[in-house]
């Protein structure tokens, strides 16, 4: 397998990003490597925020700490970086979101197979000429330095040694480690031999990385071989890109450069005119939305803290740089949908979650858009004044009067050759905590809201819910329709501080209590509990009397509710447990919500329960109610509870003292929501729905106590309108159901037959109208009332009717009276392609025009478009275009 015997890359090798994956996932998987999907950006993995790396999901494998999915596993995994995020745009290479394509074993083969199989994809299926390549190996391991040359057959002088800084992983100060070996791509191999240097970065870019986990390091830092060698490998999807597909830099590959394009087109800029600064806007907009759409997507919702405020951060980028070029109008949700558009293929779920993601990006750029244009102001205002820093007290000011984020004052100020008094900035806001903490009422207006300003200010709430439904509180702060205020009258919108409250507030997936706080000729109704910085905040309407702050009041929670929500939440602990139980023990908690009148599941899970899972599920769950399980609720130290078992969710953060839930022998989970006594209590469960969300994170929607009754009642009314319809029995609807299904999809083949038919029929008297151009006949016409397939049919048969030489081009409308929606189809003969024309490239450039896009095989290709008073121009640039061509 010497390095000389590769062959040079032919025309069938991968290029686009897509096939690039594709193959690097076949490749392994014809190699008896399990395909595994791509985990969430959320990771089970408590210790980090999100994915960072393509092994993270497989860690608690290499770890010991859970049963290997495969001998051998491959996957293509979604990443999110963002600790050199100002690098973003500005090197060739840096991004937040990427995909890292991997292959894994788990104590399966070892060095010498992972370092063949990589040179042999690296050279054979991606094509590389081994002149192009250069390895690393650690400094001390002379085995993989001896497979490279005398195995492999690399020259040794493009086999470098690196230190344990650069080749060397570990997971940490001990456990499972080992050398690395990358695998460098040279752009200059003109350049020699000699003198290697692989810090170079213009003329080396490392792209796959060989991880030979065989050592295990314990506190003293002494390596012991391990019992199982493990590898675990990385090759970045968008390094490869640009290398096969020979751009200056990752972000002009087809897996980012079309967000690119649909940014430059909302500024109406040209991306290769444009100097470098307003380039690295352009690409940190297209790296930003392929981010944010899979983290709105993976679940993570923009907010002050962890996850969120990484999403907040990179949407404020984006629109920033945005508003850099010029675009001054909301244009996160275009974006949203280009990279929607761009990532369904690899990544279906942003489909499935597309409503949810443009609401977020939405959203979060109005409440941005409300308070940037006011801080840009004023900090216009200090760069006009030509100062050699920005100070600590400006920056402060714009952070504290304008809620404008400090990185984008660092940003704003380095694009303008200046730091900022980053000391000065802290003490500033040490200075404000203390005003803060003296002043009755916080007036932090960095907080979200009134609310928050004056929750800051008071102590944590003591809550007595556990034990109690009704208690007399006092009020400590208040907040009448939006503004702090020390009275309320009826009819107005109320959020309330007490001192002490039965009320639970909203967490851990349960929503908060409703119910009445009630005194001398006073009603307030409590819709909502909150939490905000362990303070308890009631939000509701004040329907009678009036309310002062220092008032005494009955804090009285609902009954009825909160019975419907214990039921609610200890089922969830059921469903979790059940899950375990019948689809796998290593299932994880990915999100839950517990309402009054349903429930909702979120885990980690690579594939569908099924039905038959299902109704396991559901029987066991049922099983367990009506054995009646007395609940055990106690507090314990945190190391006590995981000790006995207690089940925790990954990513959350915990007291030294949790509180435990047992239902002795099902479940036992720290949880610090209400429950039911007795599993008796809840009555019934009833699972109403299971989905997919997101990569690898599956949903189940049940309901449980009362709320299953209202659930069969409303299924039962339904059945019997049904059966009133069909004049059938329930147990016969099924049946009528299908046979009239079967019924309709006969009739719609004929239907569109019968299309198809008139649409020829229509076309054939459009062959006349042919044009010769040379040897070529060409053929450009529009159809209006034709659907896709239609005119599809059309066009195949005028080009069969005019032979090899055939180019013709049909676009229409499949409603004349809808603008909003065009087709465009391209048929063209053999002697056409061998003009080096082709349908697909050729048509999607056409529905360009007419605001689409689209491609399809070199003889054949159909393009659609939501502009439909374009379709006339882009018709006749077809027809220029082609008689160009066609003349060449």
């Known amino acids: 397998m010497a390095a000389a015997a590769s062959s040079s890359p032919a025309a069938s090798m991968p290029r686009s990003g897509e096939q690039i ?72 290479r840096h991004h937040t979101f990427f995909e890292m394509l991997g292959n894994f074993s788990f104590g399966d083969y070892f060095k010498q197979q992972a370092i063949e199989w990589a040179w042999e994809l690296s050279t054979q299926v991606y094509g590389i000429d081994p002149q192009n390549l250069v390895v690393s190996v650690f400094r001390e391991d002379d085995e993989a330095e001896q497979i490279w040359r005398d195995v492999v057959g690399v020259t040794p002088k493009r086999i470098i040694r690196m230190d344990e800084a650069d080749n060397f992983w570990a997971s940490g100060p001990t456990g499972p480690c080992g050398p690395c070996s990358e695998i460098y791509y040279d752009f200059k191999p003109e350049l020699g031999d000699e003198g290697i240097d692989l810090e170079d970065d213009d003329r080396f870019i490392e792209f796959y990385n060989l991880v030979f986990m065989q050592y295990n390091r314990d506190a003293e830092g002494t390596l012991t071989p391990l019992a199982n060698r493990n590898i675990d490998t990385g090759m970045g999807l968008e390094r490869m890109a640009q290398i096969l597909q020979k751009v200056p830099n990752n ?23 444009l100097d470098d600064k307003g380039k690295t806007s352009l690409k940190v907009i297209g790296d930003h939305s392929r981010a ?33 070029l010029g675009i001054d109008k909301p244009f996160l949700v275009p974006m949203g949908e280009a990279a929607i558009a761009l990532l369904q293929g690899a990544h279906p779920s942003v ?40 100070s600590g007290a400006q920056a402060f000011e714009l952070y504290d009067t304008y809620g404008f984020p400090l990185e984008l004052t660092e940003e704003i100020a380095e694009e303008h050759g200046l730091s900022v008094d980053l000391a000065g900035f802290e003490a500033a806001m040490q200075e404000q905590r203390q005003r803060a903490k003296a002043a009755a009422v916080s007036l932090d207006l960095t ?8 929750a800051a200010d008071q102590e944590p709430t003591a809550f007595r819910g556990y034990a109690v439904l009704e208690h007399p509180s006092c009020v400590q702060a208040l907040v009448v329709n939006g503004e702090p205020a020390t009275t309320a009258s ?14 639970y507030g909203e967490g851990g997936g349960q929503v908060g209590d409703r119910g009445v706080l009630s005194g001398a000729d006073l009603i307030v109704a409590i819709e909502s509990v909150s939490r905000t910085r362990d303070v308890f905040v009631h939000a509701g309407r004040l329907e009678r009397g009036q309310l002062s702050l220092g008032d005494t009041v009955n804090a009285q929670v609902d009954r009825a509710c909160r019975r419907r929500a214990q039921a609610n939440h200890t089922a969830t602990h059921l469903l979790q447990a059940a899950l375990k139980q019948v689809v796998d023990p290593g299932i994880g908690q990915a999100g839950s919500l517990v309402d009054f009148d349903r429930l909702r599941f979120d885990f980690h899970c690579p594939s569908a329960v099924t039905p038959e899972q299902l109704a396991q599920i559901e029987t066991l769950i049922n099983g367990w109610i009506a054995e009646a ?75 449980a106590g009362p709320a299953v009754l209202a659930y069969l009642n409303e299924r039962d009314a339904v059945v019997k309108q049904l059966g009133d319809r069909f004049k059938a029995q329930p147990s016969e609807i099924v049946e009528r159901v299908s046979a009239l299904q079967e019924e309709l999809k006969s009739t719609g083949k004929a239907l569109a037959a019968a299309q198809s038919e008139l649409a020829v029929a229509k076309a054939a008297a459009l062959a006349a109208r042919a044009e010769s151009v040379g040897s070529f006949r060409l053929l450009v016409e529009r159809l209006d009332g034709v ?102």
């Open 21 to 92: 994956r594709a193959a690097f996932l076949n490749f392994y998987a014809e190699r008896g490597h399990a395909v595994i999907s791509s985990a969430s950006l959320i990771p089970e993995d408590p210790t980090v925020l999100l994915t960072i790396a393509g092994m993270l999901p497989f860690k608690p494998v290499f770890l010991g700490q859970r049963e290997r999915p495969a001998p051998r596993a491959t996957s293509s995994q979604k990443c999110i970086r963002t600790n050199d995020i100002e690098n973003v745009g500005r090197t060739a």
């Open 251 to 273: 972000y002009e590959t087809d897996l980012i450069f079309p967000l690119i394009q649909a940014a430059a087109d909302l500024a109406g800029v040209d991306y290769h005119q």
């Open 292 to 324: 944010v759409t899979q983290l709105i997507c993976d679940g993570v919702n923009a907010s002050n803290l962890g996850r969120g405020y990484i999403l907040r951060r990179l949407l404020r980028r984006v629109v920033r740089h945005g508003r850099l």
């Open 351 to 390: 489909i499935d979650r597309q409503e949810v993601i443009l609401a977020e990006l939405q959203r979060e750029e109005a409440r941005f858009l409300e308070t940037l244009e006011r801080g840009e102001k004023l900090l216009a205002e200090v760069l006009a004044s030509k100062p050699t820093q920005i």
């Open 447 to 454: 907080l979200q809201d009134a609310i928050e300003q004056v």
């Open 490 to 503: 009826a009819g107005d919108a109320v959020q309330i501080v007490l001192d002490t409250t039965p009320f």
């Open 629 to 703: 399980h007395g609940l055990d609720v106690q507090e314990m130290a945190i190391d006590q509870a995981k000790a006995a078992g207690a089940v925790a969710m990954f990513g959350e953060k915990y007291a030294d003292v949790v509180r435990v839930v047992d239902v002795p022998g099902v479940s036992m989970e720290l949880c610090g929501g209400t429950h039911v006594a007795n599993t008796a209590e809840i009555g019934l469960f009833k699972i109403v729905a299971e989905s997919g969300v997101a990569a690898g994170i599956r949903r189940i929607e049940a309901v």
């Open 787 to 888: 659907d896709g397939a239609g005119l599809q049919g059309a066009a195949q048969s005028l080009a069969d009717q005019l032979g090899d030489g055939a180019a013709v081009v049909l676009g229409g409308l499949p409603d004349p009276s809808d603008l909003g929606k065009v087709i465009l189809v391209a048929a063209f003969g053999k002697q056409v392609i061998a003009a080096q024309l082709q349908a697909g490239k050729f048509i999607g450039g056409i529905a360009k025009l007419c605001g689409g896009g689209g491609g399809g095989r070199p003889n054949l290709a159909q393009a659609g478009g939501r502009d439909g008073s374009a379709l006339t121009d882009a018709l006749a640039k077809a027809r220029s275009e082609l008689e160009a061509g066609l003349q060449s």
